[in-house]
């Protein structure tokens, strides 16, 4: 057994070497944003203030690159931004209404964490099972036909999936609503808009889901059937146990291997809500990036960008947390590759 | 089971075929989908090759009817219509003979658009593998091989790239350079290398303590070389299923951002941006949205099948 003040440094550890790749998360950020041709000032007046008087123009040029710290060397630039930063202080967005980064981002961050967490979810709820059963039958027809099922669902790519699922359940038989988060002309918080807001969720949190589930079932069945190899299951299996034992233990191991999948889940769930929230109208921050990327928002895409990146640090950093609570055995000093 | 293992067979060479011919009538696509025809003999016996040579061809109307009736023979490619032609009384035609999977809202040849589109979708996939592949074996190379600070530093900077979710990187680095299939290549390829260089920087670092990279040390030969010409060669097999999930990992990649408007821009066709437009005109035009997708599906389950059965290849010849 490892002695408490072990683990404790462990985990500190894990937590500082997070905490520096998150550094070197917004030096890239920052970096890309600096090794860009052609200047965001610029870009912005030629997009939004076309029609203004050259006088003005300029003025307001000038007020921008002060605003944006511009007129600084880079890596003042950069430690502005990071001061900035840590003070959650995001600046002001680019785009035409020039409102602030960290209202924005609040405003839309509900969408997504409902979207994101009720397709986590769904993840789960479906492939966990389905890995299980296959795992269970291994080389038997239902795992077969189940695998050979799942190598299809990989390879359809998720946003098709959802365009004829949109063409099928909205457009032609009318059983869904083909996009946005709500209904016009409904009460806020009534019980018809919840369940409105219900409906206009199904589609989109299935196919978001949809788009792990092969991944995370095959994974899954991968793990228990490794484990349900180890020599102990084997030993409990030559005592007799009940199936139903064998099935407890067998899960009690796998647990540990799963526990960082959900950290790879919630990652590709970023990255599928970027597309599946543009897909839906839905309101949330994959929609708020894409709008940003369109209109060279660099304040909005940098604080986006960052963001999601500590968004996926902390999920593994918890993902650790939760490895080292619920394995026992991990041995803390060793070093980890 | 018999007869699911021989419908699952049946079922992978199905799909290889219908990839090969896709990559296949990508790479042909100017001779396969072109509304200049392939030969002409005029009537006065000259040959001519408009769809090599790229000569003036009317597009429709009472010009090409001329055109035609001036010839003593003419041989057109399979699909009579150039990626980019819009013919204005076919708008939004379902697929027919003429047009085998129908038309756009602004009368082209969707089997056009999309054969062409497969040059870009599998160009663009091909040149940020490459790209991947280079970038993840230099630099994991580098660090399993080069070890101590060199590989702690490497390490951090694998550790950064894989921490954006797969889009959010290349999108980032979309909002702030000009878009363009090279720099999408590029976007991609820089945005994805790190699986690579977890493979190779581990595998580096359990060969590099055997006996022939330490004979190949004593006899006095540069860390590169012996990188390049000892280590590597033991290395590569470890990358090859990695690399054909990379692949379709590029592709699929190319037509999400393209899909959402912000990968290859129209008019140039590609699979993503095709499927794109299918949203706009879901009600009237269902094979918008169907054979894009088709074509993608094709060319990433032939594709993970490769990995597949180079992983089970590749195993067998470890354990023998």
Same mark, same amino acid.
């Given at each position: 057994?490892?002695?408490?003040?072990?683990?404790?440094?462990?985990?500190?550890?894990?937590?500082?070497?997070?905490?520096?790749?998150?550094?070197?998360?917004?030096?890239?950020?920052?970096?890309?944003?600096?090794?860009?041709?052609?200047?965001?000032?610029?870009?912005?007046?030629?997009?939004?203030?076309?029609?203004?008087?050259?006088?003005?123009?300029?003025?307001?040029?000038?007020?921008?690159?002060?605003?944006?710290?511009?007129?600084?060397?880079?890596?003042?630039?950069?430690?502005?931004?990071?001061?900035?930063?840590?003070?959650?202080?995001?600046?002001?967005?680019?785009?035409?209404?020039?409102?602030?980064?960290?209202?924005?981002?609040?405003?839309?961050?509900?969408?997504?964490?409902?979207?994101?967490?009720?397709?986590?979810?769904?993840?789960?709820?479906?492939?966990?099972?389905?890995?299980?059963?296959?795992?269970?039958?291994?080389?038997?027809?239902?795992?077969?036909?189940?695998?050979?099922?799942?190598?299809?669902?990989?390879?359809?790519?998720?946003?098709?999936?959802?365009?004829?699922?949109?063409?099928?359940?909205?457009?032609?038989?009318?059983?869904?609503?083909?996009?946005?988060?709500?209904?016009?002309?409904?009460?806020?918080?009534?019980?018809?808009?919840?369940?409105?807001?219900?409906?206009?969720?199904?589609?989109?949190?299935?196919?978001?889901?949809?788009?792990?589930?092969?991944?995370?079932?095959?994974?899954?069945?991968?793990?228990?059937?490794?484990?349900?190899?180890?020599?102990?299951?084997?030993?409990?299996?030559?005592?007799?146990?009940?199936?139903?034992?064998?099935?407890?233990?067998?899960?009690?191991?796998?647990?540990?291997?799963?526990?960082?999948?959900?950290?790879?889940?919630?990652?590709?769930?970023?990255?599928?809500?970027?597309?599946?929230?543009?897909?839906?109208?839905?309101?949330?921050?994959?929609?708020?990036?894409?709008?940003?990327?369109?209109?060279?928002?660099?304040?909005?895409?940098?604080?986006?960008?960052?963001?999601?990146?500590?968004?996926?640090?902390?999920?593994?950093?918890?993902?650790?947390?939760?490895?080292?609570?619920?394995?026992?055995?991990?041995?803390?000093?060793?070093?980890?590759? | 089971?018999?007869?699911?293992?021989?419908?699952?067979?049946?079922?992978?060479?199905?799909?290889?075929?219908?990839?090969?011919?896709?990559?296949?009538?990508?790479?042909?696509?100017?001779?396969?989908?072109?509304?200049? #025809?392939?030969?002409?003999?005029?009537?006065?016996?000259?040959?001519?090759?408009?769809?090599?040579?790229?000569?003036?061809?009317?597009?429709?109307?009472?010009?090409?009817?001329?055109?035609?009736?001036?010839?003593?023979?003419?041989?057109?490619?399979?699909?009579?219509?150039?990626?980019?032609?819009?013919?204005?009384?076919?708008?939004?035609?379902?697929?027919?003979?003429?047009?085998?999977?129908?038309?756009?809202?602004?009368?082209?040849?969707?089997?056009?658009?999309?054969?062409?589109?497969?040059?870009?979708?599998?160009?663009?996939?091909?040149?940020?593998?490459?790209?991947?592949?280079?970038?993840?074996?230099?630099?994991?190379?580098?660090?399993?091989?080069?070890?101590?600070?060199?590989?702690?530093?490497?390490?951090?900077?694998?550790?950064?790239?894989?921490?954006?979710?797969?889009?959010?990187?290349?999108?980032?680095?979309?909002?702030?350079? #000009? #878009?363009?299939?090279?720099?999408?290549?590029?976007?991609?390829?820089?945005?994805?290398?790190?699986?690579?260089?977890?493979?190779?920087?581990?595998?580096?670092?359990?060969?590099?303590?055997?006996?022939?990279?330490?004979?190949?040390?004593?006899?006095?030969?540069?860390?590169?070389?012996?990188?390049?010409?000892?280590?590597?060669?033991?290395?590569?097999?470890?990358?090859?299923?990695?690399?054909?999930?990379?692949?379709?990992?590029?592709?699929?990649?190319?037509?999400?951002?393209?899909?959402?408007?912000?990968?290859?821009?129209?008019?140039?066709?590609?699979?993503?941006?095709?499927?794109?437009?299918?949203?706009?005109?879901?009600?009237?035009?269902?094979?918008?949205?169907?054979?894009?997708?088709?074509?993608?599906?094709?060319?990433?389950?032939?594709?993970?099948?490769?990995?597949?059965?180079?992983?089970?290849?590749?195993?067998?010849?470890?354990?023998?």
């Amino acid at each position: 057994m490892p002695r408490r003040s072990e683990r404790a440094l462990y985990l500190w550890r894990r937590f500082l070497l997070g905490m520096l790749t998150f550094a070197g998360v917004t030096g890239l950020v920052f970096t890309i944003g600096h090794l860009a041709p052609g200047d965001p000032v610029t870009l912005y007046l030629d997009v939004h203030a076309a029609e203004l008087s050259l006088e003005a123009r300029e003025a307001l040029r000038s007020e921008l690159t002060r605003e944006l710290g511009l007129d600084r060397s880079l890596p003042e630039q950069y430690a502005c931004w990071m001061a900035d930063l840590c003070r959650l202080d995001l600046g002001r967005s680019l785009a035409p209404d020039r409102r602030k980064v960290s209202r924005k981002i609040l405003e839309r961050l509900p969408g997504t964490l409902l979207l994101g967490s009720a397709s986590l979810f769904l993840v789960f709820a479906v492939s966990l099972p389905l890995g299980l059963l296959f795992a269970r039958h291994q080389g038997q027809w239902p795992d077969r036909l189940g695998c050979a099922f799942l190598d299809l669902l990989y390879a359809a790519p998720y946003f098709w999936v959802a365009v004829l699922a949109q063409y099928a359940l909205s457009v032609k038989l009318g059983w869904l609503p083909f996009g946005g988060s709500a209904s016009f002309g409904l009460d806020q918080g009534s019980l018809a808009s919840a369940g409105e807001r219900l409906l206009h969720m199904i589609l989109p949190a299935s196919l978001l889901a949809y788009g792990s589930l092969a991944f995370v079932a095959r994974f899954t069945r991968g793990v228990v059937l490794e484990s349900a190899g180890q020599t102990c299951v084997a030993l409990a299996r030559a005592h007799g146990l009940p199936g139903r034992k064998l099935l407890t233990r067998t899960l009690r191991m796998s647990i540990l291997a799963l526990i960082p999948l959900g950290a790879t889940a919630l990652s590709g769930i970023l990255a599928g809500s970027i597309v599946i929230e543009t897909l839906f109208s839905w309101p949330g921050l994959g929609q708020l990036f894409v709008e940003a990327v369109r209109g060279r928002d660099y304040p909005l895409v940098q604080a986006l960008s960052a963001l999601s990146a500590l968004i996926v640090l902390a999920s593994h950093f918890a993902a650790d947390l939760a490895m080292a609570w619920a394995d026992p055995r991990i041995s803390f000093g060793a070093k980890r590759s | 089971m018999r007869p699911a293992g021989t419908l699952r067979t049946l079922a992978t060479r199905v799909l290889a075929l219908a990839a090969a011919t896709l990559a296949l009538g990508a790479l042909a696509a100017p001779l396969a989908a072109n509304h200049r #025809p392939l030969v002409t003999i005029s009537s006065v016996g000259e040959w001519s090759w408009p769809a090599f040579t790229g000569t003036y061809w009317p597009a429709s109307g009472v010009e090409r009817q001329d055109m035609e009736t001036a010839q003593e023979f003419l041989l057109y490619p399979p699909i009579r219509f150039s990626p980019e032609l819009q013919v204005r009384s076919d708008r939004l035609e379902s697929p027919s003979r003429a047009h085998l999977l129908g038309t756009d809202h602004l009368g082209r040849d969707l089997a056009s658009r999309l054969l062409y589109g497969g040059r870009v979708s599998l160009g663009v996939g091909l040149l940020a593998t490459l790209i991947a592949l280079v970038l993840g074996i230099t630099l994991g190379g580098l660090a399993g091989f080069g070890g101590g600070w060199a590989d702690l530093l490497l390490s951090r900077v694998i550790e950064i790239f894989s921490a954006f979710p797969s889009l959010l990187l290349a999108l980032t680095m979309i909002a702030f350079f #000009p #878009p363009g299939v090279l720099m999408l290549a590029t976007i991609i390829g820089l945005s994805a290398w790190t699986s690579i260089a977890r493979h190779v920087r581990a595998e580096a670092l359990r060969q590099r303590e055997r006996g022939f990279v330490e004979s190949a040390r004593a006899s006095g030969l540069r860390g590169s070389r012996i990188f390049l010409r000892h280590l590597l060669p033991h290395i590569l097999y470890v990358i090859v299923v990695p690399a054909a999930f990379l692949f379709s990992g590029a592709i699929l990649a190319e037509a999400a951002l393209s899909f959402i408007g912000l990968g290859v821009a129209e008019p140039s066709p590609s699979w993503g941006g095709v499927l794109a437009l299918a949203r706009s005109y879901l009600r009237e035009a269902w094979w918008l949205a169907l054979f894009p997708g088709l074509c993608l599906f094709v060319t990433l389950s032939a594709s993970n099948q490769l990995g597949e059965r180079l992983r089970t290849a590749l195993g067998q010849a470890r354990e023998r």
